[in-house]
């Protein structure tokens, strides 16, 4: 269940691209190498296992990403499934991404060399965070 959360979340932070309203040409703040840093429940914190650890979202400013996930089948991490997308700024923190023709929309916020995005589901905040590479 976890892992599905988690996959859902990369899904959903996963969306977003330079518009053409940026101001003066910056590079978007979502363009980098980000790992997966560790996860909230409720404000509680859920470090990360090992494998967990290690799973990143790369995201060019030509509006494109992958994240890779990892997972341990018996003989330590291997990467379990590498996904390939299309990201879009919408303003205002809002992005948009696209894997395998479904678009997910998720707020996202950045404070120093962290992202992070929040989704309630069930009565229960859940937040990841990434850190940058």
């Not at 899904?11 to 940026?22: E, K, R, V």
């Not at 990143?56 to 992958?66: E, K, L, M, R």
């Not at 923190?93 to 589901?121: A, H, L, P, R, W």
Request: proline share 2%.
């Amino acid at each position: 269940m976890k892992k599905l959360l988690i996959l859902f979340s990369v899904f959903a932070l996963t969306f977003t691209s330079c518009s053409s309203d940026d101001d003066g040409g910056s590079q978007d703040p979502f363009v980098g190498n980000w790992r997966y840093f560790t996860s909230y429940e409720d404000g509680v914190e859920f470090p990360l296992d090992d494998c967990e650890n290690q799973d990143t979202i790369n995201v060019s400013s030509n509006g494109t990403f992958t994240t890779t996930l990892h997972d341990d089948f018996g003989s330590g991490c291997e990467v379990d499934e590498v996904l390939n997308g299309t990201w879009d700024n919408l303003g205002e923190g809002i992005y948009s991404s696209t894997i395998d023709g479904e678009t997910f929309v998720q707020e996202v916020s950045f404070e120093g060399n962290k992202m992070y995005f929040d989704e309630v589901d069930g009565g229960v905040t859940y937040r990841d965070v990434f850190i940058k590479m």
